[in-house]
């Protein structure tokens, strides 16, 4: 969470200066930041291959 926060205030004059541990952990806004992070992080998606098999060639090319 505090990654993700440092990444969209950093460069943003009117943010970055609640980057403190008083912004970030307060009951009113945790909550909030956290289930802000669980969007974000969205599970990735892996590609798969399958391979190719060619019944056409043989035992003798396993």
Known sequence: MIDLKVSQWMKHAEFNRFLRPST???TTNF???MN???IVQ???KRL???PEL???KGDEHV
């Open 54 to 56: 060619d019944f056409n």
């Open 24 to 26: 970030l952990f307060s």
């Open 31 to 33: 909550e909030n930041y």
């Open 48 to 50: 798969i291959v399958l």
């Open 36 to 38: 802000e992070l669980a």
């Open 42 to 44: 969205k599970p990735k």
